[in-house]
């Protein structure tokens, strides 16, 4: 094989090599409805990444309908027999706003433990995607993972992941969480926030970004959704492409080693 066809076949094996990305939905939403959500956004980058959707473990229990005014996710597009999960609750009555500042953050450890169990089964996992309260926990997650800590019985040696991308996310208002955010997070990121967002301010999204090392910041001009336009389209495919080019980059120097 000369040295053209060699190029032309480690081109196509590179492009068949995708990264792995495991995906956290915002609150009061599953699995399956954050895929729907989201299936303008994969086929922009499914050359380079396959995705992954998980339903966080805490049910959201709507008492009465006049709360939905409350909440931090509008359920546009979305059945009302749809089950609608949470990763945490920040007042004692099991509810979440991402505005809120203060309160408890129930359930925490519960959704990190699942994290772990996840990536135990189905991982490895390149990277996290999150939207809404799932960016935010994202967010949580990356500052674990950079200081290596432990919560409750909670071991974060169970997960490792190279980048993350966060939708319309924000920082933890909540009590336990104020020992986070306190060194920057030395981890690619990509985030994601609209400029008319009615449920998370711009200024939140922008806190949450200065927390890490060299952000990549996207702005659109909607509200509260994760935007698969045109003038998204080329920063998604670039951050993706650096991204698997990291990993095969990191891959062959680690062949390397072991040769």
């Known amino acids: 094989m000369d040295t053209k066809d060699n190029q032309k076949c480690c081109t196509e094996e590179s492009m068949a090599q995708k990264l792995k990305i495991l995906c956290i939905h915002g609150y009061r939403q599953n699995a399956e409805t954050f895929r729907a959500k989201t299936g303008s956004f994969r086929k922009m980058v499914h050359k380079w990444a396959q995705f992954t959707y998980i339903t966080a473990p805490h049910k959201v229990i709507l008492v009465d309908d ?7 996710e509008p359920n546009i597009g979305q059945s009302v027999d ?3 999960y949470g990763w945490f609750f920040n007042r004692d009555d099991k509810t979440f706003r991402g505005i809120r500042k203060g309160g408890p953050a129930i359930g925490f450890e519960e959704s990190v433990n699942l994290i772990g169990e996840i990536f135990e089964k189905e991982g490895p996992f390149d990277g996290l995607l999150g939207f809404s309260q799932g960016a ?14 432990r919560i409750v ?17 924000f920082k933890s208002g909540s009590l336990p969480h104020l ?4 060194d920057r997070i030395n981890l ?5 926030f609209g400029e008319n967002d009615n449920v998370i301010p711009t200024e939140m999204g ?3 970004s200065n927390c890490f090392e060299e952000p990549i910041i996207v702005r659109h001009p909607g509200g509260h959704y994760l935007p698969a336009a045109a003038p ?6 670039k951050f993706f492409k650096l991204q698997l080019l990291q990993k095969q980059y990191s891959e062959q120097y680690a062949e390397k080693i072991d040769a």
Request: proline share 2%.
């Open 206 to 208: 922008e806190a949450l």
């Open 179 to 182: 020992k986070y955010y306190i």
């Open 188 to 192: 690619p990121s990509l985030h994601i």
């Open 136 to 149: 935010c926990f994202v967010g949580l997650l990356c500052d674990l993972q950079q200081r290596g800590c």
């Open 66 to 72: 006049s709360k939905d005014l409350n909440q931090d």
């Open 82 to 84: 749809d089950e609608q």
């Open 153 to 169: 019985n909670v071991s974060v040696t169970k997960f490792n992941f190279n980048f993350a991308i966060m939708a319309s996310g």
């Open 232 to 237: 998204q389209k080329h920063e998604y495919q």
